[in-house]
Nanobody, 124 residues
Framework: QVQLVESGGGLVQAGGSLRLSCAASGRTFSAYGMGWFRQAPEKEREFVAAISKFGRATNYADSVKGRFSISRDNAKGTVYLHMNTLKPEDTAIYYC?????????????????WGHGTQVTVSS
């Protein structure tokens, strides 16, 4: 079992920045590829970013490329999502996910564990 706890969400103006954190506990953190997903009201949960087990490879949704960056610190058991140039359409609940896949989860069906989410609201 892996427990995931997100933090860092909040209210920010368009063009601003936030850094989300996801702290993992339980099994060995480096055994999991990690990812971030988001879900806006009345929409499906969608992929945002993923990072491989040792951080050598990252993948991003087209909608966030060039604005968001995912990173991880295996010594701290934490994965981060650095979000810059935020837009109102980035407003959603952001979820951290862990996957046994090397590259990290790039669809919600690949996630083995989920956090409870953190709300990000971007005002125009």
């Amino acid at each position: 079992q892996v427990q995931l706890v997100e933090s860092g969400g909040g209210l920010v103006q368009a063009g601003g920045s936030l850094r989300l954190s996801c702290a993992a506990s339980g099994r060995t953190f480096s055994a999991y590829g990690m990812g971030w997903f988001r879900q806006a009201p009345e929409k499906e949960r969608e992929f945002v970013a993923a990072i491989s087990k040792f951080g050598r490879a990252t993948n991003y949704a087209d909608s966030v490329k060039g604005r968001f960056s995912i990173s991880r610190d295996n010594a701290k058991g934490t994965v981060y999502l650095h979000m810059n140039t935020l837009k109102p359409e980035d407003t959603a609940i952001y979820y951290c996910a862990a996957s046994s896949s090397i590259a990290g989860p790039m669809s919600r069906y690949e996630a083995d564990y989920w956090g409870h989410g953190t709300q990000v609201t971007v005002s125009s």
